[in-house]
């Protein structure tokens, strides 16, 4: 969980960075090295053994670009939220239009690290998908994502609902990041590889 940590926040100041280029939001560099921060401390507050041996199943080609794949996205869907949050307090149509861009961008770095995953899971443990907590709450977020991209397209649905969307999206993307490792049902996932954390 610490590598994911360390990566997220190093794509969440390039995701910063390349929002504040493309659409001149100087806000944007600052909740994005806030949140790029708050990561830092995070693994500085709990240090983890890094340089561990990697279980059979994590020894995968296909292990690390999956991951460092879903970081990205992760990190371009965080701007999304951000931006969202500005959305509903300011109203300001042309947010939307960054969010957009945003999360299409973010949705497919999420669908092909959905693919990388499951191919990887093909070679680790014999099928592309079991249903697996973790693999259902990527689907929940994914498809919060498509409904967000589908309502979008329409143009007519209310623009207030839409951030609102986005909102509970990225709720359910760190639901999937590491909320899905407390519940009971994780104690039998796949993906909870170190039981400390």
């Not at 280029?21 to 600052?30: A, C, G, T, V």
């Not at 093909?122 to 697996?132: F, I, L, P, Q, V």
């Not at 498509?146 to 969307?165: E, G, P």
Request: net charge positive; aromatic share 18%; hydrophobic share 50%.
């Amino acid at each position: 969980m610490g590598e994911t940590r360390l990566w997220y926040s190093f794509f969440m100041g390039i995701a910063g960075l390349l929002t504040y280029i493309r659409w001149k939001y100087r806000w944007i560099l600052s909740f994005s090295t806030l949140l790029s921060t708050v990561f830092v401390i995070i693994n500085l507050l709990k240090p983890e053994i890094h340089d561990q041996s990697l279980m059979p199943a994590l020894q995968s080609i296909w292990f690390i670009p999956h991951v460092t794949v879903y970081m990205f996205s992760y990190s371009v869907l965080g701007c999304a939220f951000i931006i969202a949050l500005c959305g509903l307090v300011h109203h300001k149509e042309e947010y939307l239009v960054t969010a957009d861009n945003l999360v299409y961008s973010g949705v497919a770095f999420l669908s092909i690290g959905m693919l990388l995953g499951s191919l990887w899971a093909k070679e680790a443990w014999g099928n592309y998908w079991s249903w697996d907590p973790k693999e259902t709450w990527a689907v929940v977020t994914w498809m919060g994502y498509l409904l967000y991209i589908h309502l979008r397209l329409r143009r007519k649905f209310r623009k207030k609902m839409l951030y609102v969307i986005l909102i509970f999206s990225f709720l359910a993307l760190q639901m999937c990041w590491y909320g899905v490792n407390y519940l009971p049902s994780a104690q039998q996932s796949v993906h909870l590889y170190n039981r400390n954390n």
